[in-house]
């Protein structure tokens, strides 16, 4: 672990989500002080599923984040139903190339933030609005709600603040810029139980064109809930009440008894995701001493299931870059982005790919993803797959981000659940 004196540099971290908590403990391994902001008024809870493959987990190793984490995976039965209620054995996400532990995205964030110093000063409902930066640091204006503006000087500023990334806007310009849409909408919460005619460790898929249901089930908790729709006006979605917006899309056929529950709980759960499928292209993550990280950067798309691994993995090489290149922040920026590009560049790329298989667009679509589920299973056929799969894991469990740069992620069992 590098702790070289880096003369008290300051870096501003602006998101307290996975990659903004994950950067923030790194940054202190390093000998930096990192202050973080986050526009919400307090910490998030909860959160909907995320997969950890093999690079997240060597990345929160090294972060001292993995012994917190653990695989949740009920190791139940996983079935494609239809809405009168016929079943048929089904993949789930745990079924899919890599060996991925499956949990929330509030336990990474938990374990990340039981990580992190408790003297790492945190201030909410504060947001960026204006920075400015020169060859020795950069100055940002900070407004919090109630309280007037302040202007600090900062060596580092880290824009780890999701997929519409306020630092993005301020440094590198618009959205428009840099948003690439699916023509997808998710909807994601926790089912109160299991869906009705299924065990509570049941994976359950519903596919039809152009709308499906996902459910991901854990070992200790009720399921997850994704559900995906396409339009043709990504923008005209967030303009009407979501839950009859969903009940419309999936309509106007009888839902069944599974889909229907799903619906209801959309209805009355506490915490709802609504949100649209983008990927973040952009052609440089870093200018001067301001980076980007995680979403803010590249999002993958939630399709891909690698936003959390490449999150952590890219936090941990940022401060690997700037300990080894402490008198050249700039330059540790561009080498950090050129280490890490190929990889990130390989995930976007996968996750347009893997769209098809979480909301088939076409009839043509959904009968080429059963067929392909249908011939994965089959281990005659199976075999001709193989080279894909071994890329595509090798893809989800390669360790990127490790110091030396070209290492296999460790086949670690997982630690005892909490």
Same mark, same amino acid.
């Given at each position: 672990?590098?702790?070289?004196?880096?003369?008290?540099?300051?870096?501003?971290?602006?998101?307290?989500?996975?990659?903004?908590?994950?950067?923030?403990?790194?940054?202190?391994?390093?000998?930096?002080?990192?202050?973080?902001?986050?526009?919400?008024?307090?910490?998030?809870?909860?959160?909907?599923? $995320?997969?950890?493959?093999?690079?997240?987990?060597?990345?929160?190793?090294?972060?001292?984040?993995?012994?917190?984490?653990?695989?949740?995976?009920?190791?139940?039965?996983?079935?494609?139903?239809?809405?009168?209620?016929?079943?048929?054995?089904?993949?789930?996400?745990?079924?899919?190339?890599?060996?991925?532990?499956?949990?929330?995205?509030?336990?990474?964030?938990?374990?990340?933030?039981?990580?992190?110093?408790?003297?790492?000063?945190?201030?909410?409902?504060?947001?960026?609005?204006?920075?400015?930066?020169?060859?020795?640091?950069?100055?940002?204006?900070?407004?919090?709600?109630?309280?007037?503006?302040?202007?600090?000087?900062?060596?580092?500023?880290?824009?780890?603040?999701?997929?519409?990334?306020?630092?993005?806007?301020?440094?590198?310009?618009?959205?428009?810029?840099?948003?690439?849409?699916?023509?997808?909408?998710? $909807?994601?919460?926790?089912?109160?139980?299991?869906?009705?005619?299924?065990?509570?460790?049941?994976?359950?898929?519903?596919?039809?064109?152009?709308?499906?249901?996902?459910?991901?089930?854990?070992?200790?908790?009720?399921?997850?809930?994704?559900?995906?729709?396409?339009?043709?006006?990504?923008?005209?979605?967030?303009?009407?009440?979501?839950?009859?917006?969903?009940?419309?899309?999936?309509?106007?056929? #009888?839902?069944?008894?599974?889909?229907?529950?799903?619906?209801?709980?959309?209805?009355?759960?506490?915490?709802?995701?609504?949100?649209?499928?983008?990927? $973040?292209?952009?052609?440089?993550?870093?200018?001067?001493?301001?980076?980007?990280?995680?979403?803010?950067?590249?999002?993958?798309?939630?399709?891909?299931?690698?936003?959390?691994?490449?999150?952590?993995?890219?936090?941990?090489?940022?401060?690997?870059?700037?300990?080894?290149?402490?008198?050249?922040?700039?330059?540790?920026?561009?080498?950090?982005?050129?280490?890490?590009?190929?990889?990130?560049?390989?995930?976007?790329?996968?996750?347009?790919?893997?769209?098809?298989?979480?909301?088939?667009?076409?009839?043509?679509?959904?009968?080429?993803?059963?067929?392909?589920?249908?011939?994965?299973?089959?281990?005659?056929?199976?075999?001709?797959?193989? #080279?894909?799969?071994?890329?595509?894991?090798?893809?989800?469990?390669?360790?990127?981000?490790?110091?030396?740069?070209?290492?296999?992620?460790?086949?670690? #069992?997982?630690?005892?659940?909490?």
């Amino acid at each position: 672990m590098d702790t070289s004196d880096h003369g008290g540099r300051r870096a501003l971290v602006v998101g307290l989500g996975i990659s903004g908590i994950a950067t923030a403990v790194r940054l202190r391994q390093i000998g930096w002080t990192p202050v973080i902001v986050e526009r919400s008024p307090a910490r998030r809870s909860g959160g909907y599923f $995320v997969a950890l493959f093999g690079a997240g987990r060597a990345a929160a190793g090294r972060l001292g984040i993995l012994d917190g984490l653990s695989d949740r995976d009920s190791d139940g039965a996983s079935y494609d139903i239809d809405r009168t209620g016929r079943r048929r054995p089904g993949w789930s996400f745990k079924d899919f190339p890599g060996r991925p532990w499956l949990m929330t995205r509030g336990d990474v964030e938990k374990a990340g933030f039981a990580a992190l110093p408790s003297d790492v000063e945190i201030r909410y409902a504060t947001v960026p609005t204006r920075i400015e930066q020169d060859a020795e640091g950069a100055d940002v204006t900070l407004a919090t709600a109630g309280g007037r503006p302040v202007t600090e000087r900062f060596d580092l500023v880290v824009g780890a603040d999701g997929l519409r990334s306020t630092v993005r806007r301020l440094v590198f310009g618009p959205d428009e810029r840099y948003l690439r849409p699916t023509n997808c909408m998710a $909807v994601a919460c926790q089912l109160p139980g299991a869906l009705p005619g299924h065990k509570q460790s049941d994976g359950v898929v519903l596919m039809e064109p152009g709308r499906s249901m996902w459910t991901f089930p854990f070992e200790d908790r009720p399921p997850t809930l994704l559900l995906s729709y396409r339009t043709d006006d990504v923008a005209a979605e967030f303009t009407r009440p979501m839950a009859a917006r969903v009940r419309e899309v999936f309509g106007p056929e #009888p839902t069944g008894r599974a889909l229907g529950a799903a619906l209801d709980a959309v209805e009355s759960a506490d915490d709802v995701l609504f949100d649209s499928v983008e990927q $973040v292209r952009m052609d440089r993550w870093q200018r001067g001493r301001v980076v980007l990280v995680g979403d803010a950067a590249w999002c993958v798309t939630l399709y891909a299931g690698m936003g959390v691994s490449a999150g952590l993995a890219g936090a941990d090489l940022l401060g690997t870059m700037l300990a080894r290149h402490p008198r050249d922040v700039p330059g540790a920026l561009e080498r950090w982005e050129r280490r890490l590009r190929p990889a990130i560049d390989d995930l976007q790329d996968n996750g347009m790919r893997m769209r098809s298989l979480f909301i088939p667009i076409s009839r043509v679509e959904l009968l080429w993803r059963r067929a392909l589920m249908r011939l994965l299973k089959l281990p005659v056929i199976s075999w001709l797959f193989v #080279p894909w799969q071994r890329r595509l894991a090798s893809l989800r469990e390669r360790d990127f981000a490790h110091p030396d740069f070209a290492h296999p992620a460790p086949a670690r #069992p997982a630690p005892a659940h909490a």
